[in-house]
């Protein structure tokens, strides 16, 4: 163990946890880094935090005591190394801590928001890739000062409460004593510059409220909740800042005939039971245009016809999904008195006068046809 955490903060092991805190308090005053100007003050002052961290917390003042220091990496045991540091320690003390990043003046400029605009598109576009103009209300960077926020001719003006450093200093009273604290400049709000004479058309924003439009490719293969960036197409952020990005949010409209399902599409056609049976070929209005679609004699009902790159494009791999043609046979709800006698005359011939009860295996079938349809699978 290299430092003797008893001896920097000057008490015995003995001393109380409120002896701890005043050794601390005294040198936490005298060494604090916005008060001390010594060299090698501000090394001294986190051992002393570190000192303090340790002797203040009983589970790690007995640890210590064990010989195992808490602070050590790798070493801490149950305490993940290091615990907090020095600055949590001082922040716990004063509140606000010499917050870091307010050391200077911020930039006036600043990025912009990203905007979300939701498109609708048709099964057709998500299958071929479709061409958008898309309308975003945005801002864009104003065309009287380019950004400036100044009034043409004028141009800022260093700010002279804080000189140029966009954070003040003020001394405040703390049980610590006297402690000198950061904060943002309230006369320039942080940036180190004032205005005196706002360009008139964006008030000193840099930038103006417009309507834009963009034009968009929509690739094949998107669905609902596809999201595509539009990097920098966004609004301009203030002070003429670079521009946020644009997501376009896909919703698919259902289409009246077809279900998507992925990149494969499925739709139903009704077949009449005699042209199942003696298989015809049908004409099909797909997304593609007109196809002729084969029904082999003897189709049953629920039988699939897969055609082939029918389907949508793919998104990141090209090429197309398929079409899957549900056969839904229609068996006549009317017959007059020829039809009833011509199938008669059929069940005769194939001996279904009376046809024989059988149950058909589980797993086959219409019902587990329907019902992988509807699992989707
Ligand atoms: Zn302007
Ligand atoms: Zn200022």
Do not use: W
């Not at 045991?77 to 540091?85: D, I, L, P, R, Y």
């Not at 103006?208 to 539009?230: M, N």
């Not at 229609?330 to 011509?342: A, G, H, I, Y």
């Amino acid at each position: 163990m290299s430092t003797n955490y008893y001896d920097v903060l000057g008490v015995g092991r003995d001393a109380t946890p409120d002896q701890i805190k005043k050794a601390y308090r005294r040198l936490a005053r005298e060494l604090h880094p916005d008060v001390a100007q010594g060299e090698g003050a501000e090394d001294r002052f986190k051992d002393v935090s570190r000192a303090y961290e340790v002797l203040s917390n009983p589970e790690k003042r007995e640890m210590y005591d064990r010989g195992v220091d808490p602070t050590a990496p790798g070493g801490g045991g149950g305490f993940g190394g290091a615990g907090f540091g020095f600055q949590d320690i001082f922040e716990n003390f004063f509140g606000a801590g010499p917050s870091a990043g307010q050391r200077g003046p911020v930039p006036r400029a600043r990025r912009g928001q990203d905007a979300l605009v939701r498109v609708d598109i048709d099964l057709a576009d998500a299958t071929f890739g479709a061409h958008r103009d898309v309308q975003v209300d945005t801002a864009v960077l104003c065309p009287t000062c380019q950004g400036s926020c100044c009034r043409p001719g004028t141009s800022p003006r260093t700010c002279d409460v804080c000189g140029g450093r966009g954070v003040v200093q003020r001394v405040a009273q703390s049980f610590l004593g006297r402690v000198m604290t950061s904060s943002p400049c309230a006369a320039c709000q942080g940036f180190g510059t004032v205005i005196p004479d706002p360009c008139p058309e964006c008030s000193g924003d840099g930038r103006v409220r417009s309507r834009r439009t963009i034009p968009v490719d929509i690739p094949a293969g998107v669905d609902t909740g596809t999201r595509i960036k539009l990097t920098g197409q966004g609004e301009v952020g203030p002070g003429g800042g670079p521009a946020g990005d644009v997501y376009l949010e896909i919703r698919e409209r259902p289409h009246e005939t077809f279900v998507r399902r992925g990149d494969d599409l499925h739709c139903t056609l009704p077949v009449p039971m005699t042209a199942a049976a003696l298989g015809t070929v049908l004409e099909l209005e797909t997304l593609d245009g007109p196809r002729e679609i084969d029904i082999r004699p003897g189709t049953q009902p629920g039988q699939v016809v897969l055609e082939r790159g029918l389907g949508v494009g793919r998104l990141h791999t090209g090429g197309r999904g398929d079409l899957h043609v549900h056969v839904d046979v229609q068996v006549p709800t009317q017959l007059d008195e020829e039809q009833t006698e011509l199938l008669r005359r059929l069940a005769a011939l194939r001996g279904e006068e009376r046809p024989a009860s059988r149950l058909a295996a589980a797993g086959s079938g219409v019902f587990s046809k329907l019902r992988d349809k509807l699992a989707g699978r």
